[in-house]
């Protein structure tokens, strides 16, 4: 929910130049005119330039005091998100608590619609979105029982409202809401409710993909905005341009916009607004490649955002600057930048953003020539997958239970009313027992019969208890999106299993070559790009295509796994030695070859795979399955940074003791130049570069 306070005026000023110069006035000439001028004057103010506004409006405190209750309760909440604007929260939830005792202690729906509007802007801003949308519909629903008389107050809230819907998720109300305030808006407003309604909807359209619908609204909104001479009214709408521009892919005109909203911000020293639009600009030019003015917009932008003490900017700007650094390959200042940013992500715990971050910080590596590094960020950036993996399982693993509970609770609620309806029953049967004697033997089999039926229907009902057991066992084991085996099943499997599999595996074959198993560990090339181009819905899409070319291409005794995110691990448990390579080939064609149509649009993609033949031996030390899935990731990232679309596998060992496994594993790619570690290196179709064959060839 964006906070949007009210505007209760229209500005009249006769030419652009006076109206850009109006907030400055605006404090000035409230010393001479009358309160309710005051505060109309100052209402724009303080969405722009709050700590101007909260200058002005505390220099009317002992005016709004004796003041009615309208004109009390409209300085409440301008004071209030001054406060807010300003960054004393604190002091914003004691005005918002204020200003609802007051429409209470007074009965002023209005008051209290302002109050209750207010403390939602508060709340969200401390991050907590349930009861920031719960406060947001009941201002709703008391502004809207107010009367009709404050058009202004009912239009912000419907706002609020469709916002508070839209950040739950629910887009279909949301639009309903924002729809309805453009709707009042046109009936009742001026043209700055017009313009905060009309862009509130166009942004709602970019979130839902609309993007037609919500250049469209833009349009309206343009000529409105400069009807209002707002130069900080023409900002918000370039912001939203901005946001339609990139996810449109109009690259220029969404650096146009932010060039546009950046000059109207500055007219009017909106420093807040400022340093977001700095941070945009600086990252727009970094995806352009053009480092020397993306680091020049992240610089101004860490000192701007210092100003109006905004941490998440300051992170995200230095993030730009570490990466403009290295995109002009000065990789120990651009390091030491991105890690700063990142140090500040950590901290505040946004992991899934940490991740993204990671994923630009290694290709930023990448293109520095920096390999080392960028698997080095590749490693942090799957460890956090991972990580958030195992909490979106465990997540749903709890929604699950929490279901199964639920009916077994529903369950157990029909079986109470089916017992107390027998009760009744027998009660009703000694009544009657003792007045028609002749009934007797009737009422006796009327009885059996119904304990009969509740027989049957207790055996049915644990009879289907036992089949949701059963499939609450399966879903514990299987990933809830491709229906692969997870990695916990797995890990039991291993341990359980592994040795009667491999004496299996170590049969030869009718030609007399040796049965080995072999792991296969599989990476999605630039899968962050298909989440980024066409949403996380055709992420997933192509996630449970890949699982099926998985069981085409592989045996249906072979163990298929979503190993984490955009990974799937392999356990093939008899192969011909000889015929490792030919799988990870397979693989590799394979995956590349199938294609999903997706909303019109033909995807496929290609993976990148570690593997190696399943027992490895070092001298004479057999390796646990967990080291050897180890190698195979190392493998995997080899391939990863090598290039993509290609097979690295870790075929065996040199004979002797001369590297340790603890040395092999902390830089395989060294042990493999060295020639301790035999490598074969396997290419996708698709692949244009050449690898060499053998560590030899490779040095």
């Not at 709707?183 to 839902?208: D, E």
């Amino acid at each position: 929910m964006l906070p949007l306070p009210m505007d209760t005026t229209r500005h009249r000023a006769g030419r652009a130049l006076l109206a850009a110069l109006w907030l400055l006035w605006a404090p000035a000439r409230a010393a001479v005119a009358p309160l309710p001028q005051q505060l109309a004057a100052i209402a724009e103010t303080v969405r722009f330039v709050p700590t101007q506004a909260l200058a002005a409006l505390l220099r009317l405190d002992a005016q709004q005091r004796v003041a009615p209750v309208a004109e009390r309760a409209e300085y409440l909440f301008l004071l209030g998100s001054a406060r807010r604007g300003s960054g004393q929260t604190a002091q914003a939830l004691a005005t918002a608590d204020e200003l609802i005792a007051l429409g209470r202690r007074e009965h002023d729906d209005v008051a209290l619609a302002k109050g209750l509007l207010d403390k939602a802007y508060v709340v969200f801003a401390m991050d907590d979105l349930k009861q920031a949308h719960q406060l947001a519909w009941q201002a709703e629903r008391v502004a809207n029982g107010a009367g009709g008389g404050d058009a202004a107050l009912r239009i912000m809230a419907a706002i609020a409202s469709g916002q508070s819907f839209a950040e739950d998720g629910n887009f279909p109300a949301a639009l309903g809401k924002l729809q309805g305030a453009v709707a009042l808006a046109r009936q009742h407003g001026q043209p700055v409710q017009m313009v905060m309604a009309l862009n509130a909807l166009a942004y709602l359209y970019t979130q839902i993909k609309e993007y037609d619908k919500g250049f469209a609204v833009l349009a309206e909104a343009l000529p409105l905005a400069e009807q209002t001479h707002s130069p900080g009214r023409m900002a918000t709408l370039k912001d939203t341009e901005y946001a339609l521009a990139i996810e449109t892919g109009q690259q220029e005109r969404g650096l146009k916009a932010l060039l546009a909203g950046l000059a109207y911000e500055r007219q009017i020293g909106a420093d807040a607004m400022i340093a977001t639009s700095l941070v945009n600009l600086s990252d727009s030019y970094l995806k352009r490649r053009d480092y020397a003015r993306a680091l020049a917009y992240a610089t101004e932008a860490v000192e701007a955002s210092r100003k109006v003490k905004r941490e998440g900017n300051i992170a995200t700007a230095s993030l730009n600057i570490g990466q403009a650094y290295l995109g002009m390959g000065r990789l120990a200042e651009g390091k030491r930048y991105v890690e700063s940013g990142l140090a500040w992500y950590d901290k505040a715990g946004d992991k899934p953003e940490l991740q993204e971050v990671l994923m630009e910080y290694g290709a930023a590596l990448e293109r520095a020539g920096d390999m080392a590094g960028a698997v080095q960020a590749y490693h942090r950036e799957r460890a956090l997958s991972n990580e958030l993996f195992e909490k979106r399982r465990q997540k749903e693993t709890l929604e699950l239970q929490e279901k199964y509970e639920a009916e077994d609770r529903q369950r157990q609620i029909l079986l109470l009313q089916r017992e107390n309806d027998i009760k009744s029953a027998e009660i009703y049967s000694r009544r009657l027992e003792q007045r028609v004697w002749w009934l007797l033997a009737l009422v006796f089999a009327l009885a059996a019969a119904i304990v009969g039926i509740l027989y049957r229907k207790v055996h049915n009902a644990n009879a289907q208890l036992k089949v949701k057991n059963q499939e609450l066992k399966q879903q514990s084991v299987r990933d809830p999106l491709t229906a692969l085996y997870n990695r916990r099943h797995f890990q039991e499997f291993m341990r359980a299993h592994l040795g009667e599999r491999e004496q299996e595996a170590r049969r030869a074959d009718g030609a007399g070559e040796e049965l080995v198993g072999a792991l296969f560990l599989l990476d999605v090339d630039h899968f962050k790009h298909i989440n980024d181009s066409y949403g996380h819905a055709a992420g997933d899409a192509l996630l449970k295509a890949i699982a099926d070319s998985l069981r085409e291409i592989l045996r249906e005794t072979d163990m298929i796994v979503r190993w984490g995110g955009e990974e799937f691990l392999a356990f093939l448990p008899a192969i011909r030695r000889g015929g490792v390579d030919e799988v990870a080939r397979r693989l590799l064609d394979g995956i590349a070859a199938h294609t999903i149509d997706y909303q019109g649009s033909a995807l496929s993609v290609n993976v990148s795979i570690g593997f190696a033949p399943f027992p490895l031996v070092l001298g004479r030390q057999e390796l646990s399955w967990e080291r050897a899935v180890n190698l195979v990731d190392m493998a995997l990232y080899l391939a990863k940074a090598h290039g993509r679309n290609r097979a690295y596998g870790v075929n065996g060992f040199a004979s002797g003791e001369q590297m340790s496994m603890e040395e092999i594993e902390q830089d395989l790619e060294l042990a493999w130049r060295a020639g301790f570690v035999d490598l074969s290196i396997v290419l996708g179709e698709r692949s244009c570069q050449k690898a060499p064959v053998s560590a030899l060839s490779a040095v």
